[in-house]
């Protein structure tokens, strides 16, 4: 190793991962040195990061590359007069996006009968969706595959909070699709779904079907859907949150967004 030069090894580690990178760089002071260099976080950047940035509502100061990767692994950046956010997933380097609830078709959205709009502290968007009440529960999220990082199993989830007396949220469901592809997903394909836990949870052992989980932000999350992404760019990818039965009244939820975030490998101990 004496005689492995740090640029050999820089190249070395850019064909690896930004987790292996770190990993590797408690091996050696030369190692660590390597695994620090400008040169070496460009390559885990997105090609068009400068463009994506472009697009920011605030500037973005930063000291190294690797300082830059990590910021934008840590802190959502706002885009497009903050209706979407982006960052990066930290093991990979993916692109990871927001969908503000404002950029959502909601059915009745628009009606203050059914759904009024408010500000959250927690949330990183300017507004957040609350439901009043209805009967007919539908909300979609699109992006274009081009914003994504390409050849990449992603996974949907719509970002929420149910309010202390939330109602009729014990289950609902989930589908996804390329809108080029197919029309709406029927109703016997779709994915059941268990936003609220609280109420479900003394049947959760016998249920199939994705479980809401707390976040990191302290936000809920529920999965809605996985595809894949390919060379193309002009694709476009919807995912669904529906109740629409008419079986039983819906009030109490909050939503924030939806997130398109690559799928996390499975890790064997």
């Not at 930004?18 to 885990?44: I, M, Q, Y």
């Not at 950047?45 to 463009?51: A, E, F, N, R």
């Not at 994506?52 to 990767?69: A, C, D, E, M």
């Not at 990818?237 to 924030?256: A, N, P, W």
Request: charged share 25%; glycine share 6%; net charge negative.
């Amino acid at each position: 190793m004496d005689q492995v030069t740090e640029n050999c090894i820089s190249l070395i580690l850019s064909f690896t991962s930004p987790w292996d990178t770190c990993r590797a760089s408690g091996v050696s002071t030369e190692f660590k040195s390597a695994a620090d260099s400008d040169e070496l976080w460009n390559k885990f950047l997105p090609s068009d990061i400068t463009q994506i940035l472009s697009r920011s509502v605030s500037p973005f100061n930063h000291t190294t590359k690797r300082h830059f990767y990590f910021l934008l692994c840590d802190s959502p950046v706002l885009l497009d007069h903050g209706k979407l956010s982006f960052s990066l997933d930290k093991r990979s380097g993916k692109k990871c996006l927001m969908v503000a609830a404002r950029q959502l078709s909601i059915s009745w959205g628009d009606n203050p009968h059914y759904w009024i709009w408010s500000s959250d502290n927690s949330s990183r968007f300017s507004e957040v969706a609350i439901l009043k009440h209805v009967w007919w529960l539908d909300i979609r999220g699109k992006i274009k595959t081009g914003k994504l990082s390409p050849y990449t199993t992603y996974e949907t989830y719509l970002v929420f909070k149910l309010y202390e007396d939330a109602y009729g949220l014990d289950s609902a469901n989930a589908t996804i699709r390329f809108v080029n592809e197919r029309e709406d997903v029927p109703a016997d394909e779709a994915s059941t779904v268990y936003p609220d836990t609280r109420t479900a949870a003394y049947n959760i052992e016998q249920q199939n079907g994705e479980l809401s989980r707390r976040r990191k932000d302290e936000w809920m999350e529920i999965k809605t859907g996985e595809f894949e992404t390919g060379a193309r760019d002009d694709d476009e990818v919807e995912t669904r949150f529906m109740s629409i039965d008419g079986h039983m009244s819906k009030g109490g939820l909050i939503v924030q967004g939806i997130e398109f975030r690559p799928k996390q490998p499975m890790i064997v101990v």
